[in-house]
């Protein structure tokens, strides 16, 4: 072997878990090497977060100017220019990209460009160049999943062939009613086409506490999105008039495209990780609360490692296993307390236990639950949206969940999760002032509520 050099860290993968465990690394005095086979920054700033809520905000526009006449303002809706949305939306991530370039480079990381190979416990091979690391971090992310004889192809589609769809579709089949196939069908309903989402499970959105998943549903059908729960999908075909859909209980559905939302798998098929004694259950990377594989110095992080596949997890990994690495001992990341939104409109953002999560935890008698309406708040009232916070805490204790839904209640998520956190109590968190009128106020007013002192409230 050539002689080369020996790397404090080398990085299988630029997504958000790659890059944020390589830029904290760097910060840290380590040298790093982040080998990266398609786009720096990955699935998140390329074929994820930031395109899809560029669209979003393209179908909340197109929304308002519907809508407009209802607040005194004449306009009129005249259609979508899908050509500008999409350059619209590039130019974001083309913004983005470059930032994140400029600073992979400011920080001095030598980035590879590359398809990466694990071929022993310390080195990962790029085109027969050995990378060695004295510790490597696996950050592979993850793919659209499909189902067992469902093939990806023509009108039938993943988010990735969806995000750049030339055209607005006149009608969608969205197989898989979670995060990704709901806001999907936001987009689509907004920008004027037909949708019906199918979800085998018994409700949208089912990872949410079920309150917020019925007003999401009731919202949904309020704005026409169709949708048909509890049933499972059976097969689909296409011809040139479009996706013909059956589903189990023999109803079927035609639209012109379908796309395919059930869910994300691990990228670390062919990757050498097995080989190595990395330990796989279905393809994900198994590891200890410390990212640690239990092989030689070898870490992991992001979509691969099972839990929640949100990129500011994927963050927060790769931070934490650049400090351990670097031997600060950070404290250990608690799933439950990572922020989850939905930025469909309606919003949806929660963090830490649902209610049925907590009286697990805790025991049924254990736990307190308190709903307040975005009714009584003025700044929703002002927007025209409708919805609630709920909060879940152990009785005489702190809060252990907050849930949300309505318009624009994902940017209300961070005093949410500083609260679940810090696991303070509704008591203290009643004396602080929340601005008026403002959205947040709605927290506000529910943490004094179930400190016993309501002030706008009708329950
Ligand atoms: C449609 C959609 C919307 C989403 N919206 C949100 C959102 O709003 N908020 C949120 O928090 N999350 C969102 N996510 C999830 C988020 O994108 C992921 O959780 C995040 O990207 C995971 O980061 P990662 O680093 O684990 O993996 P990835 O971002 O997938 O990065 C992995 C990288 O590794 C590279 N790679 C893989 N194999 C190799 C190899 N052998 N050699 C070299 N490089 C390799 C890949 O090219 C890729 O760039 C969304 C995802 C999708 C699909």
């Known amino acids: 072997m050539a002689e080369h050099p020996v790397f404090d860290i080398v990085v299988l993968g630029g997504g958000s878990g790659g890059y944020a465990t390589a830029l904290r690394a760097s910060e840290l005095g380590m040298t790093v090497a982040l080998i990266e086979a398609e786009k720096l920054g990955g699935t998140c700033l390329h074929w994820g977060c930031i395109p899809t809520k560029a669209l979003l905000h393209a179908a909340e526009l197109a929304d308002g100017a519907r809508e407009s006449e209802r607040f005194g303002v004449r306009t009129s809706f005249e259609g979508i220019d899908i050509e500008k949305v999409h350059s619209y939306k590039d130019g ?23 398809y990466g190979k694990l071929v022993s416990k310390d ?7 050995p990378y060695q690391g004295r510790n490597i971090v696996l950050a592979t992310g993850s793919y659209s999943r ?37 806001e999907f069908a936001s987009v689509w309903k907004s ?8 979800e085998a499970l018994p409700n949208l959105v089912p990872n949410e506490d079920p309150a917020i998943s019925k007003a999401f549903e009731r919202a949904f059908r309020k704005r026409g999105i169709k949708f048909s729960t509890g049933v499972r999908f059976q097969g689909v075909t296409q011809d040139d008039a479009g996706v013909h859909v059956t589903l189990e209980d023999g109803k079927t559905f035609d639209a012109e495209i379908m796309l395919v939302a059930v869910g994300r798998g691990p990228r670390t098929e062919g990757l050498g990780y097995g080989e190595q004694g990395v330990t796989l259950d279905r393809g994900f990377v198994i590891t200890d609360e410390r990212l640690h594989t239990g092989v030689g110095s070898i870490y992991a992080v992001g979509d691969i490692v099972p ?32 922020p989850r939104v939905t930025y469909s409109e309606p919003e949806i ?7 049925a999560g907590a009286k697990q935890a ?53 005093e949410g999760q500083l609260v679940v956190n810090w696991e303070a109590y509704p008591e203290d968190v009643a004396s602080l002032v929340h601005a008026h009128p403002t959205q947040n106020e709605a927290l506000g007013e529910a943490f004094l509520a179930l400190a016993g002192k309501p002030l706008h409230a009708h329950n």
């Open 92 to 114: 974001v991530i083309g913004r983005l990209y470059k930032g994140l370039q400029g600073l992979v480079k400011a920080h001095g990381i030598t980035y590879v460009e590359g």
């Open 191 to 198: 920008f004027g086409a037909d949708v019906q989402i199918i």
């Open 307 to 338: 839990g929640l596949q949100l990129a500011h997890r994927g963050f927060q990994q790769g931070i934490f296993v650049a400090e351990e690495i670097a031997g600060l001992k950070p404290a250990a990341i608690v799933e439950s307390g990572i």
């Open 362 to 414: 805790y025991g049924d008698d254990a736990v307190q639950t308190l709903e307040y309406n975005l009714g009584g708040n003025g700044k929703s009232q002002i927007l025209g949206t409708t919805g609630f916070v709920k909060l879940v805490r152990r009785k005489d204790g702190p809060v252990v969940g907050v849930h949300m839904i309505g318009a624009r209640v994902g940017e209300l998520v961070a």
């Open 349 to 355: 953002a929660s963090v830490g236990l649902t209610e």
């Open 146 to 182: 499909s189902l067992p004889g469902l093939e990806i192809g023509g009108r039938v589609m993943t988010s990735e062939q969806a995000l750049s769809l030339d055209r607005v579709p006149e009608s969608v089949i969205i197989l898989g009613g979670g995060v990704i196939g709901s």
């Open 123 to 129: 080195v990962v091979e790029v085109d027969g160049q």
